[in-house]
C-alpha cells in the first residue's frame, strides 16, 4: 500500500528533552512537508522540503528542526526551544513542489509531562 | 480579521440531509480552492479541488466557488453516518502547496 507512515502515533515530552517525529513516505513523491494543528487553528506549516538534502522554513519553523536525507523520509526534531510543543503533528507529500495536492499521514500527538 | 475564516460548528444533521459547509476568506487574489476531510486523530484526505470560479461534482459532494463573494462551499447531498468528520478548507495562489492557507475546519455530525 503506498502512503504516508508517520510514528509514533504518541509522544511525551520532558521539559528540556528533544524529541524526533518520523515520517516515510513510500509514494515517490519528491516534497515533503511538516504541519502542526491546534485546537481552533488552520493547519500551520512548520517546514517543508522540495528535493532531497534541500529544505525551507516555514510559518512557525523556530523551535524546530529537519533533514531529508533520503527521498522517502523527512523527520521532524521539536527542540527544548519550542516553549508550547503540544499539538499534533502532520507529516504530508505532494507529487512536486509545484503540485498543490497533499497526501497526509495519519499524524503523531505530541504531549509535555 | 483571519484570512479565512470557516465555522468551527459542530453541526449536526439527520441521515439523509443536504449539508452545506462554507469558508469566507479575503485575500482576493486566492485561485485554487480545496476542501479536505479528517477523521477523528486522522491525517486530511483532499476531496475536492477546484480553480478559480464556478461548480465541481464528484458523486454526492459538490464543491462550489464564488469569486465575487470570496466564499467557498462544500455541498453533501445523501448525508451519511460515515460522512461524521472535521472538513477543512484550503486555498492559494498560485497552486503550492507550501503555500496553502487552511480554514480551521468545520466538525460535521450525520445522526441517524
Known amino acids: 500500500d503506498g502512503g504516508i507512515t508517520q510514528s509514533p502515533k504518541y509522544l511525551f515530552r520532558k521539559e528540556g528533552q528533544n524529541v524526533t517525529l518520523s515520517c516515510e513516505q513510500n509514494l515517490n513523491h519528491d516534497a515533503m512537508y511538516w504541519y502542526r494543528q491546534d485546537p481552533g487553528q488552520g493547519l500551520r506549516l512548520i517546514y517543508y522540503?522540495?528535493?532531497?538534502?534541500?529544505?525551507q522554513k516555514g510559518d512557525i519553523a523556530e523551535g524546530y528542526s529537519v533533514s531529508r536525507e533520503k527521498k522517502e523520509s523527512f523527520p521532524l526534531t521539536v527542540t527544548s526551544a519550542q516553549k508550547n510543543p503540544t499539538a499534533f503533528y502532520l507529516c504530508?507529500?505532494?507529487?512536486?513542489?509545484?503540485?498543490?495536492?497533499?497526501?497526509f499521514g495519519s499524524g503523531t500527538q505530541l504531549s509535555v509531562l | 480579521q483571519k484570512e479565512v475564516e470557516q465555522d468551527p460548528g459542530p453541526l449536526s444533521v439527520p441521515e439523509g440531509a443536504i449539508v452545506s459547509l462554507n469558508c469566507t476568506y479575503s485575500?482576493?487574489?486566492?485561485?485554487?480552492f480545496m476542501w479536505y476531510r479528517q477523521y477523528s486523530r486522522k491525517g486530511p484526505e483532499l476531496l475536492m479541488y477546484t480553480y478559480s470560479s464556478g461548480n465541481k461534482e464528484d458523486g454526492r459532494f459538490t464543491a462550489q466557488v464564488d469569486k465575487s463573494s470570496k466564499y467557498i462551499s462544500l455541498f453533501i447531498r445523501d448525508s451519511q453516518p460515515s460522512d461524521s468528520a472535521t472538513y477543512l478548507c484550503?486555498?492559494?495562489?498560485?497552486?503550492?502547496?507550501?503555500?496553502?492557507?487552511f480554514g480551521t475546519g468545520t466538525r460535521l455530525q450525520v445522526t441517524l
Open positions: 485575500n482576493s487574489a486566492f485561485q485554487y
Open positions: 484550503a486555498m492559494s495562489l498560485t497552486g503550492t502547496a507550501s503555500k496553502l492557507t
Open positions: 504530508a507529500s505532494s507529487l512536486g513542489a509545484g503540485d498543490e495536492k497533499l497526501f
Open positions: 522540503s522540495q528535493i532531497v538534502n534541500d529544505f
